[in-house]
């Protein structure tokens, strides 16, 4: 069938089927550590005020270390910072939860966010330049790739904590997971040379863009602020509001990230058929009212329906925006995408920061609604721009 075609190019191509790996394990880990973030909470008796300071540690070091990462692209080649990236967060993410302070795990967090922002910038400068080479859309199955690896990691790591696995334990197989394949892509990824940033006469400067890449910009907080919002208490929230069972835990979070990828998968099929604005203006409607589910019906089943449809209706945002900054007129060619990329994993990371104080001033529900407030500012800024 034709909707298939898309997908048998991408895993028949090699270095397609690489750069998929480092998305994949960019969402194992943070599906892990979003599932873990309940037992977090409980092991060092934090409220919701204290996990959302705990939680700003991602984004400060992302943001802080954002002109470092670029930079370092610069000089090494986004080929290499790529697969360095993947091996620093493994050793990372086998600290998390091994830690016995409380400043430790600070510590750890904040080097998490500065690997966070390395591998994200790399990884999809990767993609873009195998875009330009085999002329074929592959950004969406991409990011279907680290949907479908945060589902792997929230089932994974629900199930075998809640069949009595210990944390720590769980996390040196993941590590062991993500080890194995790594290794079996390094030789694809390291053989893709591109210079779109490093040739350019301009070196990155992380800036306020302006025209229609602000626009972009604005529309990328609101979906990543959502999507990051999501997964970090969806697990907190079918715990503490819906009471559901601990094997349940992180199947929000699971339901959300299966339809975010299947909408990726099929994304870039759908996307140049109905249009870059249709979709993303559909998505962000579909959003609201999946998590408006979510908040009127505080049940196991229809919680985990309502995660769904959020993860649905967000899952092809960011492949559009990146492949629309990519190819952004107004800034040399590659410093759309790694200055999008920038601000994007910002709202990424700070949109579990805001729900944690929020929550703790107000409720986590009332947090969930302005959730869904930003699904329909988002759907205003689509109809200002052409993507």
């Given at each position: 069938?034709?909707?298939?075609?898309?997908?048998?190019?991408?895993?028949?191509?090699?270095?397609?089927?690489?750069?998929?790996?480092?998305?994949?394990?960019?969402?194992?880990?943070?599906?892990?550590?979003?599932?873990?973030?309940?037992?977090?909470?409980?092991?060092?008796?934090?409220?919701?005020?204290?996990?959302?300071?705990?939680?700003?540690?991602?984004?400060?070091?992302?943001?802080?270390?954002?002109?470092?990462?670029?930079?370092?692209?610069?000089?090494?080649?986004?080929?290499?910072?790529?697969?360095?990236?993947?091996?620093?967060?493994?050793?990372?993410?086998?600290?998390?939860?091994?830690?016995?302070?409380?400043?430790?795990?600070?510590?750890?967090?904040?080097?998490?966010?500065?690997?966070?922002?390395?591998?994200?910038?790399?990884?999809?400068?990767?993609?873009?330049?195998?875009?330009?080479?085999?002329?074929?859309n592959i950004m969406a199955t991409c990011h279907g790739m680290f949907s479908l690896g945060l589902m792997?990691?929230?089932?994974?790591?629900?199930?075998?904590?809640?069949?009595?696995?210990?944390?720590?334990?769980?996390?040196?197989?993941?590590?062991?997971?993500?080890?194995?394949?790594?290794?079996?892509?390094?030789?694809?990824?390291?053989?893709?040379?591109?210079?779109?940033?490093?040739?350019?006469?301009?070196?990155?400067?992380?800036?306020?863009?302006?025209?229609?890449?602000?626009?972009?910009?604005?529309?990328?907080?609101?979906?990543?602020?959502?999507?990051?919002?999501?997964?970090?208490?969806?697990?907190?929230?079918?715990?503490?509001?819906?009471?559901?069972?601990?094997?349940?835990?992180?199947?929000?979070?699971?339901?959300?990230?299966?339809?975010?990828?299947?909408?990726?998968?099929?994304?870039?099929?759908?996307?140049?058929?109905?249009?870059?604005?249709?979709?993303?203006?559909?998505?962000?409607?579909?959003?609201?009212?999946?998590?408006?589910?979510?908040?009127?019906?505080?049940?196991?089943?229809?919680?985990?329906?309502?995660?769904?449809?959020?993860?649905?209706?967000?899952?092809?945002?960011?492949?559009?925006?990146?492949?629309?900054?990519?190819?952004?007129?107004?800034?040399?060619?590659?410093?759309?995408?790694?200055?999008?990329?920038?601000?994007?994993?910002?709202?990424?990371?700070?949109?579990?920061?805001?729900?944690?104080?929020?929550?703790?001033?107000?409720?986590?529900?009332?947090?969930?609604?302005?959730?869904?407030?930003?699904?329909?500012?988002?759907?205003?800024?689509?109809?200002?721009?052409?993507?």
């Amino acid at each position: 069938m034709q909707v298939f075609q898309h997908l048998i190019h991408f895993f028949k191509n090699r270095q397609a089927r690489a750069i998929a790996a480092p998305f994949f394990l960019f969402g194992l880990l943070y599906g892990t550590w979003a599932t873990m973030i309940p037992f977090v909470k409980e092991k060092f008796a934090l409220d919701d005020r204290q996990l959302g300071l705990l939680l700003l540690c991602l984004p400060m070091g992302a943001l802080f270390y954002n002109p470092t990462a670029a930079r370092l692209i610069q000089r090494f080649g986004m080929e290499r910072i790529t697969i360095a990236s993947m091996f620093v967060l493994i050793i990372l993410s086998i600290t998390w939860l091994m830690v016995p302070w409380l400043l430790m795990l600070v510590l750890v967090l904040l080097a998490t966010g500065m690997g966070n922002t390395q591998l994200n910038i790399a990884m999809n400068l990767c993609a873009s330049h195998i875009e330009n080479v085999t002329r074929a859309n592959i950004m969406a199955t991409c990011h279907g790739m680290f949907s479908l690896g945060l589902m792997s990691g929230a089932l994974f790591t629900s199930t075998s904590v809640g069949m009595g696995l210990s944390p720590v334990d769980h996390m040196l197989v993941n590590a062991v997971i993500g080890v194995i394949l790594s290794i079996l892509v390094v030789r694809t990824i390291h053989g893709l040379k591109a210079d779109d940033i490093g040739k350019s006469e301009e070196k990155f400067k992380l800036r306020f863009p302006k025209g229609a890449l602000a626009v972009m910009v604005g529309i990328s907080l609101c979906t990543n602020l959502t999507e990051g919002s999501m997964i970090d208490w969806a697990s907190v929230y079918m715990k503490e509001i819906v009471k559901a069972p601990t094997i349940y835990i992180g199947w929000g979070l699971a339901s959300f990230s299966i339809l975010m990828a299947t909408g990726r998968f099929f994304g870039d099929y759908f996307i140049p058929k109905w249009g870059n604005n249709s979709v993303l203006f559909f998505g962000g409607l579909v959003v609201a009212l999946g998590l408006s589910v979510v908040i009127l019906f505080p049940t196991t089943p229809m919680a985990i329906l309502g995660f769904a449809l959020g993860g649905g209706g967000i899952s092809c945002a960011a492949p559009i925006l990146y492949s629309a900054a990519a190819k952004n007129k107004d800034v040399p060619q590659g410093l759309g995408l790694a200055i999008l990329n920038s601000f994007s994993i910002f709202g990424f990371l700070v949109g579990p920061v805001v729900i944690g104080f929020i929550s703790e001033a107000t409720s986590l529900k009332f947090s969930f609604a302005l959730v869904v407030a930003l699904a329909l500012v988002w759907m205003y800024l689509t109809s200002k721009v052409k993507l």
